[in-house]
Each structure stands twice: as structure tokens, then as C-alpha cells.
């Protein structure tokens, strides 16, 4: 049962413009989101985090939205740059622990 | 900024052979570890969480006694792949927690593991 969900596992924006990166999720429980940026063969970086009491927060280029009802959060890059070009995990903290599930990735490809 | 790090970064073994990858926090104390293990194009999938001086906790499906953790102490932990098969290359990541740094989740670099 997969509670995180990156439906799409690819993205292509040229440069400059905005780069959305959906994410859902199904368990409620969830308390905490984060987005984490992975290059091959590395450990992934953390990016930006939510809690589930709001619904934006912004870091620079990087805005999250969090949609509580629709169990839907959002990662905004804008403007999007060739090193931006990775692959994005998005992951849930239960609050029963403080283990996260991710979700599949999606891989960013940012054109010049 | 806490800094955790993972060896070795890669690891070719012969089947049958066990192999230990080590996972240190540099700059915090480590009151928990994570280990996540990734097959190619997929997402990274939790193995088991261990608090220090405790016997770690595995997920669903994973055998413990094929992936033995250790954390005996609050800056290392290990996972060692006993009696290695070719199904089990992939790649390991530890995440150590114990500092509000990346928002309390700071992961080692990664280790790929062959067995040939």
C-alpha cells in the first residue's frame, strides 16, 4: 500500500520557467512533508519541509503547498535552473514516529 | 551543518560474502538511525530504524538476520549484509536523526552494493 504517491516519474521545463512537482499522500495522520532533491549514487538533500498546520511554505526559489482535504502538496521551483535537474522525492512523517515514507520520485530535467 | 558520513561509498563482493557498510554522525549525536535501501528508478524503501543501545526494528519483509544492525553507539551505526546473494545489490542509505538540522534528517551518501 503505497500512503506516498509521485505519480508523475518525469518532468521536463526549460529554463527559467516554473517547475511543479505533485505529490499525495492517504494516510491523515501524516503531521510533517518534506521534499528532498537526489542525484545519483548520492544521499538525498534535504530541500523544504511543511507542517500539516499550514498550507505554504517558501525558501527562496522553493515554495511547498500543502492541500490538506484534497491530501495533496505541491513543490514550486521558479525559476527553474539546469541544476535543479534531479531527482525529487517528497516524504511524510507519521506522528506515531518519526520514520518518513517516500514516494517514488520524480526526475527533473531542466532545459537551457 | 550536521554531517553524516557513509562507507564505503561502493562495494563489490562475491556471493556468500558478508559486508558491513558503517554509517557516523560527525557533528551530532545520532539518537536514531535509518536505513534505506533503493533498487534502480524506485523510491527508497526503509529497512529498519535502530536507537542507539537498542535492537533495531525492522520493516515488514525484511530479515533481520540477513541484515544485521548495529548501533551500539550515539555517532555509529553499521548494517551488515550477511551471506550476500546477487538480489541483494542495491543501493543503502543510512538517515541519522538527533539534531534539528534537515529538519531532523540528515543522510549519508549512499552505498552500492554488487555481488557478483
Known amino acids: 500500500d503505497q500512503q506516498v504517491k509521485q505519480n508523475s516519474p518525469s518532468l521536463s521545463v526549460q529554463e527559467g520557467r516554473i517547475s511543479i512537482l505533485n505529490c499525495d499522500y492517504t494516510?491523515?495522520?501524516?503531521?510533517?512533508f518534506l521534499w528532498y532533491k537526489k542525484y545519483p549514487a548520492e544521499g538525498p538533500t534535504f530541500l523544504i519541509s511543511?507542517?500539516?498546520?499550514?498550507d505554504k511554505n517558501e525558501d527562496g526559489r522553493f515554495t511547498v503547498f500543502l492541500n490538506k482535504s484534497a491530501k495533496h502538496l505541491s513543490l514550486h521551483i521558479v525559476p527553474s535552473q539546469p541544476g535543479d535537474s534531479a531527482v525529487y522525492f517528497c516524504a511524510a512523517r507519521g506522528n506515531a514516529g518519526n520514520m518518513l515514507t517516500f514516494g517514488g520520485g520524480t526526475r527533473l530535467m531542466v532545459k537551457p | 551543518g550536521a554531517v553524516v558520513s557513509q562507507h564505503p561509498s561502493w562495494v563489490i563482493c562475491k556471493s556468500g560474502t558478508s559486508v558491513k557498510i558503517e554509517c557516523r554522525s560527525l557533528d551530532f549525536q545520532a539518537t536514531t538511525m535509518f536505513w534505506y535501501r533503493q533498487f534502480p528508478k524506485q523510491s527508497l524503501m526503509l529497512m529498519a530504524t535502530?536507537?542507539?543501545?537498542?535492537?533495531?526494528?525492522?520493516e515488514q519483509g525484511v530479515e533481520k538476520d540477513k541484515f544485521l544492525i548495529n548501533h551500539a553507539s550515539l555517532t555509529l551505526s553499521t548494517l551488515t549484509v550477511t551471506s550476500a546473494h546477487p538480489e541483494d545489490s542495491s543501493f543503502y542509505i543510512c538517515?541519522?536523526?538527533?539534531?534539528?538540522?534537515?529538519?531532523?534528517?540528515?543522510f549519508g551518501s549512499g552505498t552500492r552494493l554488487t555481488v557478483v
Open positions: 511543511i507542517s500539516s498546520i499550514k
Open positions: 494516510n491523515s495522520m501524516f503531521d510533517y
Open positions: 535502530s536507537n542507539e543501545g537498542s535492537k533495531a526494528t525492522y
Open positions: 538517515s541519522a536523526s538527533g539534531t534539528t538540522a534537515n529538519y531532523g534528517y540528515t
